[in-house]
Nanobody, 118 residues
Framework: QVQLVESGGGLVQPGGSLRLSCAISGSIASMYYANWYRQAPGKQRELVAGIGGSTNYADSVKGRFTISRDNAKKTVYLQMNSLKPEDTAVYYC??????????????WGQGTQVTVSS
């Protein structure tokens, strides 16, 4: 069974950095693309960054966040620098993968809390 396991969240001061990881457990043939989303209290979930053949970012995080992937480790990362209080949210990983059966499936992670506060 395929699962996305996120880690790396926590409490950080404004201006600090965190690196989130999203590890794919279970057997897959390949990962087509992956996105990081976030949801702050009382707000809708929003796309933060995506990686497939290229990368894309929300305007609010451009120049501060970097998404990357390690196919050998089946892991997607989100490096977050110059964090601001408005980055506080639960961050979710989403990935579309090809299973060994050649079926294409999408999965969500459980979310990891990021809190930016002094």
């Amino acid at each position: 069974q395929v699962q996305l396991v996120e880690s790396g969240g926590g409490l950080v001061q404004p201006g600090g950095s965190l690196r989130l990881s999203c590890a794919i457990s279970g057997s897959i043939a390949s990962m087509y693309y992956a996105n990081w989303y976030r949801q702050a209290p009382g707000k809708q979930r929003e796309l933060v960054a995506g990686i497939g053949g290229s990368t894309n970012y929300a305007d609010s995080v451009k120049g501060r966040f970097t998404i990357s992937r390690d196919n050998a480790k089946k892991t997607v990362y989100l490096q977050m620098n110059s964090l601001k209080p408005e980055d506080t949210a639960v961050y979710y990983c989403y990935a579309v993968v090809e299973l060994p059966s050649s079926l294409r499936r999408a999965y969500w992670g459980q979310g990891t809390q990021v809190t930016v506060s002094s």
